[in-house]
């Protein structure tokens, strides 16, 4: 049990598009996901939490407005990164949680994100 | 979050236990000890976490000092889909987050 399904696992688009990465979880209902960022030989680093019906809460230096996050459901989180630029090239990784807070994350296989 | 302390990499051959190591000094009594790990080009995957006691579950064992200072994560028989990337991560009980550090990563000859 507990698996979270991430789509796409991979995609590469022209600088200035928009690209949304969606997160599911198959066989739970995630109070919470979480949204990751991984250069390549780096760790992840957090980027947001969000819950669902509410807005997320951003890390540092992660602008909002840059990467959108909607948590429409108890089983679905979005990620668009709006005008992208070659930057904005990274692994990106979501995970999802049900119950408190000590409960483990589980997370998607990421989404490889490549601008040109 | 407090601080994790862990190895740059190791190495094993398969088939044999694995312990890898984290220093925690500066844990709190309520933190809890939670270990991650990440094959190549994948997201990470929940190992096993613990507060005080040891426990052990199908993938793993692990070891907690009496101080709570340090712990082990114990692979009874390490295989080659066990080379990883394993992250040793302090998480208070009021925290929603994760924070990764740089890891062990975890080499395992055939």
């Known amino acids: 049990g507990a698996v979270v399904s991430q789509h796409p696992s991979w995609v590469i688009c022209k600088s200035g598009t928009s690209v949304k990465i969606e997160c599911r979880s198959l066989?739970?209902?995630?109070?919470?996901m979480f949204w990751y960022r991984q250069f390549p030989k780096k760790s992840l680093m957090l980027m947001a939490t969000?819950?669902?019906?509410?807005?997320?809460?951003?890390e540092q230096g992660v602008e909002k407005d840059k990467f959108l996050i909607n948590h429409a459901s108890l089983t679905l989180s979005t990620l668009t990164v709006t005008s992208a630029h070659p930057e904005d090239s990274s692994f990106y990784i979501c995970s999802a949680r049900k119950g408190s807070s000590n409960q483990p994350q589980h997370f998607g296989d990421g989404t490889r994100l490549s601008i040109l | 979050d407090a601080k994790t302390t862990q190895p740059n990499s190791m190495e094993s051959n398969e088939e044999e236990p694995v312990h890898l190591p984290c220093n925690h000094s500066?844990?709190?009594?309520?933190?809890?000890i939670h270990w991650y790990r990440q094959l190549p080009s994948q997201g990470p995957e929940y190992v096993i976490h613990?507060?005080?006691s040891n426990v052990n579950n199908r993938m793993a064992s692990l070891a907690i000092a009496e101080d709570r200072k340090s712990s082990t994560l114990i692979l009874h028989r390490a295989t080659l889909r066990d080379a990883a990337v394993y992250y040793c991560?302090?998480?208070?009980?009021?925290?929603?987050?994760?924070?990764f550090g740089k890891g062990t990563k975890l080499t395992v000859n055939p």
């Open positions: 969000s819950n669902e019906g509410s807005k997320a809460t951003y």
């Open positions: 500066t844990i709190s009594g309520t933190d809890y």
């Open positions: 066989d739970f209902q995630a109070t919470t």
């Open positions: 991560i302090l998480k208070g009980p009021g925290s929603e987050k994760l924070v």
């Open positions: 613990g507060l005080t």
